[in-house]
């Protein structure tokens, strides 16, 4: 209710205690909210040395000054604690409708500490907050507790659900959260986190309403923002197409991974896997979009579609598709759509998921391991069943499901022999569905992000796209994709960036739309601060350099910063035949212009000079 | 050979004799070059009331500024006289090699009078000119006539072939001309234009050195531009999937017409012949570009794909592969490239052949005709061989095939009854593959363009799509492309904008990359003049205003502004479902910021401040 002011619900799930804190304004100004103020209430009050799994690890939700305002893509939230995924630090965010409902009720955040010893589930109205019972809910997916919630909370509208489903419970060390049956907190595990609570769902419930600080201004700003970005050909694009809308033209553009990173042109995939099917009559019923928003990314599936029933209608996005589809050599949409589901219903993080079926693949393919190691089950390039088999297998952690719940690092070294080789992830977590061959600055991000190999804690494929050019910050535009020159500079802005648009929040995707001065303008009338564009960047250096320290803290050195095998081998075809990034150059200059020491620590004085020097001290 | 002066060779088929003359600096300055400085020159010397298959109609080949220069997207040429198809202006553009070794040969441009009594082809060679016998080609296939005049001419390397085949020799009145075997001037039937004149053939071989006319600011300019494309999104998703690349995501913005536009979603033809498919290993070997360019849009083909084997090896581009496939409702994409490439090699215009036969189809589906009146041919949707052996027979004018030789208007009115209603054309030219539906000021461009229906006379298509804003001259970005408010203003921007691309030229691709400021510098670089953007968008103005008042002196009045009946049918469903442009609005605009007068001639004051008196007077 209200302005964004950092109202933190307080919860206890030891002690069953609920309270709530305010964030100290100065905090608020270089933090923002998002990940980025949730990284900071963690550093401050979590021991960086605590078990991931443990009741001591501490879980943020947050929302941020746009969020629950009708500003398109402004309503993203992040979960955020240690990883069990990574053990350093781990955030996810997604859309949805959980940011305006929580801030509708009260709060712009939620810190949960401690676990509860039965299961249990948090009701927020209004508020108040209630920790009730929800042991008839443990056991279930994320569909049908979400299903069961919004009929015990009286369907109401006005509400969101946030749940895990059984991989959260079982702790599979990528297990997702869902907000509703339609977005998904997929990354570094912390459906895995909730799940060690014991915490099944929250609820928001809120009628209150959202302001932005300056309402005139932001009503006015957003409106003409709303107004431009409806003819924008991104948001055009995207509307009709979706996410997965541009498989076809990344495929031909060498984007596309196929067989575990082993297969150069997959273009024939598009016509099988890629916009138009997914968006043709059998599968397609409408689309759908994140509260306040305009674009419509959103694919809504039919529930019977000949070959693989559904239980919902959330279609997948593009890294779902490429995870299930191209990843394996599967091209069966609907098989690929089931799965997808399956994940959103188990609560598992699709790319982790299908990234470390494709590790197993591909050592039963180099004959690391016989089908005598996998209950049986035959991992074969395209084996639909198998797959489906695994996922269930994985959520429950049945068999060598058990194994492969720990994903592809941990599971890579259980197997032994050579078999990390084909575990495609950095510092534990799996890379996305974007060749940083075919664009060598995601090499960097995959190297030196912040979660692992992660595509959304910076702005490196809209730049090397040319879809975001803003030069008043040194992204320039007109980058070769296949070059490593200069993309640790562009490396080092976007992530910076990156971080900006984690903590306000706003969508990657209107991230092409929106120019750098609407984005401080609408920023300052939400929040109410007058910042400028220099020092939103400032900010985003500050954050990003807090979460490193942080990193560095729970044990990551310069070691980790670098690539899979697998993704510094040249394609043998497509459209990145040959072309590798040069890690080497680019590490080097990112290691300079980001003032990191060779143990790949940030440097005293930078962290001095933006304000850091408690974590230059524990540095 | 040098800059870009006018130089003309002057070439009277008739009397056999060849000429040279030099345009005034005056007019190259305000007509700049290709389609606009055929435009003046056609107007200065030929009566407008003249046949368009007579010997007295008087065919330019034009080239520009930019061409043969390693320009990127400039070496596009011209090829205009009196349309057989529209009976008003009639040109064709396309890029290839022709305007490089025309130039490099020592001229400009070719002016062709009168007619040759027996086939003959002119052979231009380092400033000298040769009619020679054509007896031999002369029945042959452009790709035939071709290889032998490339044979014959030494196969020299610095050499470029203008050819017509069969379609242009019988005056199929959208016959096509060929440069070499890839690059094609479909439009208006300027290949119907050089049969009447029994010329089957041109070529050009040149070892000179094309300059520009301040060559080190040229060459400076032209590569920093070159660099910034390299990078450019467009460049990038052009070069990975070509102009078919684009047909999925088209497809599901509602812009693919299907079944003689009657369809609404025709998303499903994404995946049977979109991008994936043409670029898919069944089909694609390579890329091609045009003379100096870095795009490679071209799409190479294997002559061996399993259903249909070719002659050559130049893939579809996109208005190809929609004519005969979605527009026809064939979905094997084998077949379109064969459809494709026998109106290649026949010479003619695969959207009036396409859209020609899906007149019929229509008719027959509405009971119009039936088999009796189509020599047996079964004219149905997705019938392959109907459709094969009716190119066969129109190239041939062969039976019925000589009915549809004469384009879909003049054939509706042989059939009859409301045979027209289905004819979707407008002044006589088939409605290229774009909806206006979908993006309605297309709408406007198709009423009101110099051609006839026409989306290469105006960069609307890209404007709606938010890829080309120049807010400096009033293409301001953020269009609601089912909205039909503002764009007239935007049309006449943008007509204005593409008789300068015709003229300077540059391809229409590369408009979304290059920036106005760019634009002026290289024209004037390239042309010596010292051009404003102001006084460029003055040129494009006055060619317009020129072409349109020759239209006027061949008949067309503003009852010839209009859009076909489909196309003002909202479509049942896909992305423009309910969608019709407001065709209505838009002209009563459109008249008003032309000073168009109600009659549809261009009023006498805006004539002469623009230096038109000439026309005015006429007029």
């Given at each position: 209710m209200g302005t964004f002011q950092g109202k933190i619900l307080e919860v206890n799930?030891?002690?069953?205690?609920?309270?709530?804190?305010?964030?100290?304004?100065?905090?608020?100004?270089?933090?923002?909210?998002?990940?980025?103020?949730?990284?900071?209430?963690?550093?401050?009050?979590?021991?960086?040395?605590?078990?991931?799994?443990?009741?001591?690890?501490?879980?943020?939700?947050?929302?941020?000054?746009?969020?629950?305002?009708?500003?398109?893509?402004?309503?993203?939230?992040?979960?955020?604690?240690?990883?069990?995924?990574?053990?350093?630090?781990?955030e996810s965010s997604c859309g949805g409708t959980f940011a305006a409902w929580l801030r509708s009720a009260g709060y712009d955040g939620i810190a949960i500490k401690g676990a509860s010893a039965k299961p249990v589930c948090l009701v927020i109205?209004?508020?108040?907050?209630?920790?009730?019972?929800?042991?008839?809910?443990?056991?279930?997916?994320?569909?049908?507790?979400?299903?069961?919630?919004?009929?015990?909370?009286?369907?109401?509208?006005?509400?969101?659900?946030?749940?895990?489903?059984?991989?959260?419970?079982?702790?599979?060390?990528?297990?997702?959260?869902?907000?509703?049956?339609?977005?998904?907190?997929?990354?570094?595990?912390?459906?895995?986190?909730?799940?060690?609570?014991?915490?099944?769902?929250?609820?928001?419930?809120?009628?209150?309403?959202?302001?932005?600080?300056?309402?005139?201004?932001?009503?006015?700003?957003?409106?003409?923002?709303?107004?431009?970005?409806?003819?924008?050909?991104?948001?055009?694009?995207?509307?009709?197409?979706?996410?997965?809308?541009?498989?076809?033209?990344?495929?031909?553009?060498?984007?596309?991974?196929?067989?575990?990173?082993?297969?150069?042109?997959?273009?024939a995939y598009g016509p099988k896997i890629g916009g138009g099917v997914l968006n043709s009559e059998q599968f397609l019923t409408g689309t759908d979009q994140c509260h306040g928003c305009l674009v419509n990314c959103k694919r809504v599936v039919k529930k019977e579609n000949g070959s693989y029933p559904l239980k919902g209608t959330a279609g997948p996005e593009y890294e779902g598709v490429a995870s299930f589809g191209s990843l394996l050599m599967i091209d069966d949409m609907a098989a690929v759509i089931k799965m997808n589901e399956m994940c959103n219903d188990y609560g598992m993080d699709v790319i982790s998921c299908g990234s470390t079926i494709a590790?197993?693949?591909?050592?039963?393919?180099?004959?690391?391991?016989?089908?005598?190691?996998?209950?049986?089950?035959?991992?074969?390039?395209?084996?639909?069943?198998?797959?489906?088999?695994?996922?269930?297998?994985?959520?429950?952690?049945?068999?060598?499901?058990?194994?492969?719940?720990?994903?592809?690092?941990?599971?890579?070294?259980?197997?032994?022999?050579?078999?990390?080789?084909?575990?495609?992830?950095?510092?534990?977590?799996?890379?996305?569905?974007?060749?940083?061959r075919a664009f060598h600055s995601m090499g960097l991000s995959y190297a030196t992000n912040i979660r692992g190999a992660c595509h959304t804690n910076d702005l490196n494929y809209s730049a090397e796209q040319g879809i975001l050019v803003w030069p008043e910050i040194g992204i320039n535009g007109g980058y070769d994709q296949k070059s490593s020159v200069g993309k640790a500079e562009l490396t080092v802005i976007s992530q910076n960036l990156g971080q900006v648009i984690n903590s306000v929040p706003i969508c990657y995707l209107l991230m092409s739309v929106i120019t750098s001065a609407e984005l401080v303008e609408l920023t300052n009338a939400a929040s109410g601060f007058d910042y400028t564009l220099e020092e939103l960047m400032t900010c985003g250096e500050r954050i990003w350099m807090l979460k490193r320290g942080m990193n560095n803290l729970m044990g990551i050195t310069a070691a980790d910063d670098t690539l899979p095998k697998q993704i510094l081998t040249p394609p043998p075809d497509g459209a990145a035949a040959g072309s590798v990034p040069d890690l080497k150059l680019m590490l080097k200059e990112f290691y300079e212009i980001r003032k990191l020491e060779s143990n790949g620590r940030p440097g005293k004085e930078k962290l001095e000079s933006l304000g850091l020097g408690d974590l230059a001290a524990k540095l």
């Open positions: 799930l030891t002690s069953g205690t609920i309270g709530e804190s305010m964030v100290d304004k100065d905090i608020l100004r270089k933090y923002i909210g998002g990940s980025g103020l949730a990284a900071k209430l963690f550093f401050d009050c979590v021991s960086l040395d605590v078990e991931p799994l443990s009741p001591d690890n501490v879980m943020y939700v947050m929302a941020g000054p746009l969020g629950g305002t009708a500003m398109p893509g402004g309503s993203r939230f992040s979960v955020c604690a240690k990883s069990p995924l990574t053990t350093m630090w781990g109205q209004d508020g108040k907050a209630e920790i009730k019972d929800a042991a008839d809910l443990w056991g279930k997916g994320t569909y049908d507790t979400i299903d069961t919630l919004r009929e015990q909370n009286g369907g109401k509208t006005k509400a969101s659900v946030l749940s895990i489903g059984q991989a959260g419970e079982n702790q599979v060390r990528y297990a997702a959260i869902a907000n509703e049956k339609r977005d998904f907190l997929g990354r570094t595990g912390m459906g895995a986190v909730m799940g060690s609570k014991k915490l099944k769902a929250i609820v928001a419930i809120g009628t209150g309403k959202v302001d932005a600080a300056v309402p005139d201004v932001f009503a006015e700003k957003r409106k003409q923002f709303t107004e431009n970005a409806k003819g924008h050909f991104i948001v055009d694009i995207v509307k009709a197409g979706g996410t997965n809308g541009a498989l076809d033209i990344g495929a031909m553009m060498g984007d596309l991974p196929g067989k575990n990173w082993v297969m150069g042109d997959m273009s590790m197993v693949m591909d050592c039963v393919e180099q004959g690391i391991i016989g089908s005598g190691d996998t209950d049986g089950v035959e991992f074969k390039w395209g084996n639909i069943d198998a797959v489906i088999k695994t996922i269930e297998n994985i959520a429950n952690r049945q068999g060598f499901g058990d194994t492969l719940a720990e994903g592809s690092k941990r599971a890579a070294e259980k197997i032994g022999k050579n078999a990390s080789d084909y575990a495609v992830e950095v510092k534990g977590m799996e890379v996305p569905m974007h060749d940083p």
